[in-house]
């Protein structure tokens, strides 16, 4: 069919996107059609109508207002899908024919700019990952922020790495190749609301990546040594190319890449960061309950997003923990000058996404006066800042920009109270600039005219009711109303005619509409001009902005540190290079919080060469899993650079922290629970090392008995004498406890009280073992019906009876050392275990009933089985 002219030019550009929503500027709206019409109604919850598209054929339509743009924006990002803004080209006043339209920006979960697309504590990163056959790079930024940086990892294991790593990030968006999206959609799946975006091979190229980064960075930007990481810096330049191609405008906010490694900080596995919940609950993935809502006392949000990178990523490097922990204990120590800096820090706005904005050039007058108030803080801030000894707070407040040339330029230039438009006027400060000030006086004079005006034709027609109104229609006008209309003079030119009144003009009041009308005019584009001229300065000044913000966001954590040590009690940890762990009075930091003041029973941990491996039994509910985790929570905290909630403590430097815990299945990977366990602990033996802490609960219990125990032992002896890692391993399989002969490994059990066939829980973590599970009594503590308790509890009496529980290793015929077995199983049995079952037999028979042919046929029997 013949579309409409406006029609064609939509769907040309349309064809452009068509992965895209397109937004397409027409007036005041922004309106969408054909399937975008329809799906983004629906999203929206607006109206869906129609629009003759040509030949008298009607096609879908919806729209948004181009001023409530934004939070639509959001509500479909929110909803994975991406928006093309295509805007209006010329004014359509001064248009001959089609006003011309472009779009000016693609907007994706990775990409987004807005506000309401943005949570305040948290990065919105748009990540790219690169798969070779000899590695894999990763590059990741938050263009809001600015933050970009660059890793890369060789070896087998690399590919497996950048995952974990890509887990930690929880990318909004991430850019793969074509070839690599499968394999790399399947192993994400469940990974968070990760958009995965398939682009081109090409765009990962070597040689394009090094052009595009001295485009953007300037010739000399491989300062840092980005240019010799060949599989990060084609991840990085995949970034940008994307970047280029779907914003369309500067990125002078993205930061020159930071070049990291994984092995720079405590690597924690995905499976750990869940089990440990450092960020997400496992429940309902928030923050409430998670280690990082016990620390966040952050006063900024720049500090906030901080905090969340150092508790994701804690130091291995003792010097660089003790200049965070003396920090953290110089602000402890001083808790007026920690009040002090949290009230000013209480004042200090988002620096980092303010110059993002700045820089991308969607900041408004309020953003800059957002940019005043804080600048305003940074000098007596520095000043205060000044008076501490500690080496990384005087580093702090020596590198600190006040930025007072830069707040002398906003104040001077900015209203207090300035509109949020910036293009309706009000916004440039009188002082300014002499024609702002010029036309504002036009302005403001024409209207004591007007006022003046009207009360001068009052005074010559005699009619009290006369007034001089406005309306963008007919501009400026007088009006009278019907009963005076026999007192209008023959100067009075008439312009509309209204039920009760006729409205008119005269020569005089035309002149002075031309004359205010103008002034107004030109003064909000020339307040238009100056601002984005001012903001230009501003964008050219980023770097600086962006280094306060980092140095403010720095400060913000190690005082949020501090607050949190005085409020919940914490101490400062002993953190050196050594083996050692020494916790006393341990205690769980969220649980802790959660419980009633008091209320957590402490513990002690002694991690050394000759406590290597703790094995601990108990009863279920006991808090062996609670105890394991605080253990290596107190070990992340510490190395973070935060007091620890204990008496005393003294941490080794941990490598990395790898648990198995709990059961989960893979339903969409096709992995049971118990592959799912054992992959997790094939990685914890393939990776750890001696400085390592391993956290296992209860591995083995996926299988049958004599599976999970032989896989169980196994492990214990593996990790004890081939890893040496510092471990702790939980299990109800107590025929594990013998293990205690070999050297490094001890028993540690929970303590209970048994009173009348019911358990009291103590909480308390002390020498020993215990030879039972006290499953029973823990069903009855979770009310399972009495007639089912008593069942069971008759047939674990037979099963003991017969020798199938209870028995211990040594019963079992397994050697000591668990390397094999030296007698042949036979019915699922060891031989001394069916030795047992047959002397059993021989006691319940009655020999007085049997006849000679029965007694030998029962011989022959046992003869056979025993052979």
Known sequence: MAYTPMMQQYLKIKQQYKDYILFFRMGDFYEMFFDDALTAARDLEITLTARDGGGGEKVPMCGVPHHAAESYIARLIEKGRRVAICDQMEDPRQAKGLVKREVTRIVTPGTVMENQCLEENNNNYLGSLLVDQNGCGLAYTDISTGLFCITQFTGSNSFNESIDELMRLQPAELLVSRQKHRAVAGILTGAGNVLLNAVDDEIFDYDRARDIMRRQFGRDWPENGADRLEFGLRAAGAILYYLQETQKRSLKQINKPQVYFTNQFMRIDAASRRNLELTRSIR???????????????????????????????????????????????????????????????????????????????????????????????PELKKVLG????????????????????NELLRAAIMDDPPV???????????????????RSASRDGKNWLAELEAEERQKTGIKSLKVRYNKVFGYYLEVTKANLNQVPDYYIRRQTLVNAERFITPRLKEYEDMIMGAEDRLIQLEFQLFCELRQKLTEQVDRIQDAA?????????????????????????????????IEEGRHPVVERVLEAGSFVPNDTLLDDDNRLVLI????????????????????????????????????????????????????????TFMVEMSECRD?????????????????????????????????????????????????????????????????????????????????????????????????????????????????????????????TADCQIDPAGVKQREAKRDGHCRQCLIKRLTDELADLDT????????????????????
């Not at 609670?626 to 107190?634: E, G």
């Not at 204990?646 to 059961?663: H, K, L, N």
């Not at 599976?707 to 299990?731: K, M, P």
């Open 284 to 378: 309902d993935g928030l923050r409430w309950g998670t280690l990082l809502w016990v620390l966040d006392l952050t006063s900024t949000a720049m500090g906030g997003r901080l905090l969340k990178t150092w508790i994701e990523q804690p130091l291995v490097d003792p010097t660089l923990i003790n200049r965070r922990l003396d920090a953290v204990e110089e602000f402890v120590q001083n808790m007026f000058l920690r009040e002090q800096i949290k009230e000013m820090l209480k004042k200090v706005y988002d620096l980092e996404r303010l110059a993002g904005r700045v820089a991308y050039g969607s900041a408004n007058a309020r953003d800059l006066l957002a940019l005043s108030k804080s600048f305003d803080v940074l």
């Open 387 to 406: 008076h501490c000894k500690t080496r990384l707070i005087t580093q702090i407040a020596t590198s600190l920009d006040d930025m007072s040339d830069i």
């Open 421 to 439: 438009s910036i293009r309706d006027g009000g916004i440039i400060r009188d002082g300014y600039h002499p024609e702002v000030d010029r036309l």
């Open 550 to 582: 980092g140095r403010i966001a720095e400060l913000d954590v190690l005082v949020s540190f501090a607050e949190a040590a005085e409020r919940a009690g914490y101490v400062r940890p002993l953190v050196s290079n050594s083996r050692k762990m020494v």
């Open 617 to 672: 039994t108990g009863p279920n509910m006991a808090g062996k899993s609670t105890y394991m985790r605080q253990v290596a929570l107190i070990a992340l905290m510490a190395q973070a650079g935060s007091f620890v909630p204990a008496a005393r403590a003294e941490i080794g430097v941990v490598d990395m922290i790898f648990t198995r815990i709990g059961a989960a299945d893979d339903l969409a990977g096709g992995r049971s």
């Open 684 to 808: 914890i033996v393939n990776n750890a090392t001696d400085a390592s802490l391993i956290i296992m609960d209860e591995v083995g219990r996926g299988t049958s008995t004599y599976d999970g125990i032989s896989i169980a032992r196994a492990l214990v002896e593996y990790i004890n004498a081939s890893i040496g890692a510092r471990t702790l391993f939980s299990t109800h399989y107590h025929e594990l406890t013998d293990l205690d002969i070999l050297p490094g490994v001890v028993n540690y059990t929970i303590n209970i009280r048994e009173i009348n066939d019911e358990i009291i829980f103590l909480r308390k973590v002390l020498p020993g073992k215990v030879d039972r599970s006290y499953g029973i009594q823990v069903a009855r503590l979770a009310g399972l019906p009495e007639r089912i308790l008593r069942r069971a509890k008759e047939i674990l009496l037979d099963m003991e009876s017969r020798g199938g529980q209870g028995r211990s």
């Open 848 to 867: 007085s009933r049997m006849t000679p042919l029965e007694a030998l046929n029962l011989l022959a029997h046992w003869q056979e089985k025993l052979k």
